[in-house]
């Protein structure tokens, strides 16, 4: 019932995703070799995740609707099952390399985004105050500071001349379009549907449900998809989809009277078709050609920029749709109107690639 501690909290889960989403991707991309057992392996991961995240809506939904503390006592059965089975299942490493922890790096980065997401949420409540100006230099220098440092230090957090490999860029474009504006378009609608429709918790959860179990159901075919036609291919197709989806809300989800099998559910059923598709397409474009000892970073870099992606269109979204006078649908609009030109950007790099006409073959710097 505090908000500092709700963020003190996040902080900590931060934390930890930092090492456990890299870790349990470079677990898949050395166990099982580049081709199609790797896409098979991450089409399967991404099954998981997506029964997760169904399973979870759902029954966080009911939980809410009976004690919302609920929902924070739940995942500590599931993440206690989680490290037993990580001792049971995943092997030891046999040969472990020395290194030292860029923390000079990770201080910076971690520093600039949230002094920029801090300047994005709040200057357009209260205008460039002196506060605001402070944090928005500090973003600035911060975040210069840190690509300067990761071409001087011996083990950089981040090997910046990994980004000469394009296919590693377009993937990491790729995932920060696809959670910047999933995630951003997600959470417009549940304040939509809860705050403006009055929608229960559970009632939410359960609208939202059909693009996890469709992701779930197509995942197990992406890895073949991928196998015959690419990754490239399969990104755009992912794209489109999401760009559809968001597109048909804008035109049907403010309707006076909705209907949810009309209005709602194709929006819905088009993001689960993207996100089964790109998913593991991004994926499998991060890592290949990727030798095995990088393919920790290659993997924590495509997590980390579906991070950021996330947290820099939601916090414009969010001032876009907290400002103004606008009521019931029009009061979202402009961060529908974000969510769409995100997706539509996305859609254009990679096409981009695929218009060029020439496939760029990865390169191991």
Same mark, same amino acid.
């Given at each position: 019932?505090?908000?500092?501690?709700?963020?003190?909290?996040?902080?900590?889960?931060?934390?930890?995703?930092?090492?456990?989403?890299?870790?349990?991707?470079?677990?898949?991309?050395?166990?099982?070799?580049?081709?199609? =057992?790797? $896409?098979? %392996?991450?089409?399967?991961? /991404?099954?998981?995740?997506?029964?997760?995240?169904?399973?979870?809506?759902?029954?966080?939904?009911?939980? /809410?609707?009976?004690?919302?503390?609920?929902?924070?006592?739940? &995942?500590? %059965?599931?993440?206690?099952?989680?490290?037993?089975?990580?001792?049971?299942?995943?092997?030891?490493?046999?040969?472990?390399?020395?290194?030292?922890? =860029?923390?000079?790096?990770?201080?910076?980065?971690?520093?600039?985004?949230?002094?920029?997401?801090?300047?994005?949420?709040?200057? &357009?409540? !209260?205008?460039?105050?002196?506060?605001?100006?402070?944090?928005?230099?500090?973003?600035?220098?911060?975040?210069?500071?840190?690509?300067?440092?990761?071409?001087?230090?011996?083990?950089?957090?981040?090997?910046?001349?990994?980004?000469?490999?394009?296919?590693?860029?377009?993937?990491?474009?790729?995932?920060?379009?696809?959670?910047?504006?999933? *995630?951003?378009? @997600?959470?417009?609608?549940?304040?939509?549907?809860? $705050?403006?429709?009055?929608?229960?918790? *559970?009632?939410? %959860?359960?609208?939202?449900?059909? +693009?996890?179990?469709?992701?779930?159901?197509?995942?197990?075919?992406?890895?073949?998809?991928?196998?015959?036609?690419?990754? !490239?291919?399969?990104?755009? %197709?992912?794209?489109?989809?999401?760009?559809?989806?968001?597109?048909?809300?804008?035109?049907?989800?403010?309707?006076?009277?909705?209907?949810?099998?009309?209005?709602?559910?194709?929006?819905?059923?088009?993001?689960?078709?993207?996100?089964?598709?790109?998913?593991?397409?991004?994926?499998?474009?991060?890592?290949?050609?990727?030798?095995?000892?990088?393919?920790?970073?290659?993997?924590?870099?495509? @997590?980390?920029?579906?991070?950021?992606?996330?947290?820099?269109?939601? +916090?414009?979204?969010?001032?876009?749709?907290?400002?103004?006078?606008? !009521?019931?649908? +029009?009061?979202?609009?402009?961060?529908?109107?974000?969510?769409?030109?995100?997706?539509?950007?996305?859609?254009?790099?990679?096409?981009?690639?695929?218009?060029?006409?020439?496939?760029?073959?990865?390169?191991?710097?």
């Amino acid at each position: 019932d505090d908000g500092a501690l709700l963020i003190a909290s996040r902080i900590v889960k931060g934390v930890a995703a930092a090492f456990t989403a890299p870790a349990a991707l470079s677990i898949i991309t050395t166990t099982f070799k580049e081709g199609h =057992d790797r $896409n098979k %392996a991450l089409s399967i991961f /991404t099954v998981f995740g997506a029964t997760g995240y169904a399973s979870g809506l759902i029954v966080s939904g009911f939980l /809410t609707g009976v004690d919302w503390r609920l929902t924070f006592y739940a &995942p500590v %059965a599931v993440v206690a099952a989680v490290i037993v089975a990580a001792f049971l299942v995943v092997p030891r490493d046999r040969e472990r390399e020395r290194g030292s922890v =860029d923390f000079v790096g990770a201080a910076l980065l971690t520093g600039g985004m949230l002094a920029a997401v801090y300047t994005i949420v709040t200057a &357009p409540e !209260t205008g460039f105050t002196p506060l605001v100006t402070a944090t928005a230099a500090a973003a600035v220098v911060l975040l210069g500071a840190f690509f300067v440092a990761e071409n001087r230090v011996r083990h950089p957090l981040v090997r910046l001349s990994i980004l000469k490999v394009k296919s590693i860029v377009r993937a990491n474009l790729a995932a920060l379009a696809i959670f910047g504006s999933y *995630l951003s378009f @997600q959470t417009i609608v549940s304040l939509y549907l809860q $705050n403006t429709l009055e929608w229960g918790p *559970l009632r939410m %959860a359960l609208a939202l449900a059909p +693009a996890g179990v469709i992701v779930a159901f197509l995942s197990p075919l992406a890895g073949r998809l991928i196998d015959r036609f690419g990754t !490239t291919p399969m990104i755009i %197709a992912s794209m489109t989809s999401f760009v559809l989806g968001y597109v048909w809300f804008i035109l049907r989800g403010g309707s006076p009277e909705p209907a949810y099998l009309t209005d709602y559910l194709p929006s819905f059923l088009l993001l689960g078709v993207g996100f089964a598709l790109g998913f593991s397409s991004v994926m499998v474009q991060a890592t290949e050609g990727i030798d095995d000892d990088e393919q920790g970073l290659a993997s924590g870099l495509v @997590q980390t920029s579906g991070q950021i992606g996330g947290a820099i269109v939601l +916090a414009i979204a969010t001032g876009l749709i907290s400002g103004g006078a606008a !009521t019931g649908i +029009a009061q979202y609009r402009p961060g529908l109107y974000l969510v769409t030109t995100v997706a539509v950007i996305g859609l254009l790099a990679s096409a981009t690639a695929l218009l060029s006409r020439r496939r760029v073959l990865p390169e191991t710097a």
